[in-house]
């Protein structure tokens, strides 16, 4: 079993940055495709970002120019870089990750395996 635990999340002023990690078991991670997807209470879940194995990068358009997903093999972790942060912008975030390194799509049916979330609050 693919496991993934997600932590950084928190309370940030509207404009300033955070950085969420998403720590991955198993032992093939650099063939693994990572993505994170975000949830607000009422809503549905949404893609947020993908990196494919070879580092080919994938964003909603929203958070374009904002946040910058990364990954480091030799840590087993992917990242998410969150600059600018808006109050729309508040919601879980979760970690996600298909067992294929390459990209094929931003639906949450792409991905196999789920982090617990953390929550992201962006105040005004």
């Known amino acids: 079993q693919v496991q993934l635990v997600e932590f950084g999340g928190g309370l940030v002023q509207a404009g300033g940055s955070l950085r969420l990690s998403c720590v991955v078991s198993g032992r093939t991670f650099r063939t693994y495709t990572m993505a994170w997807f975000r949830q607000a209470p009422g809503k549905e879940r949404e893609f947020v970002a993908a990196i494919s194995a070879i580092s080919t990068t994938y964003y909603v358009d929203s958070v374009k120019g904002r946040f910058t997903i990364s990954r480091d093999n030799t840590k087993k972790t992917a990242y998410l870089q969150m600059n600018t942060l808006k109050p729309e912008d508040t919601a879980v975030y979760y970690c996600?990750?298909?067992?294929?390194?390459?990209?094929?799509?931003?639906?949450?049916?792409?991905?196999?395996?789920w982090g617990q979330g953390t929550q992201v609050t962006v105040s005004s």
């Open positions: 996600a990750t298909r067992s294929k390194g390459y990209y094929t799509g931003s639906g949450a049916a792409n991905y196999d395996y």
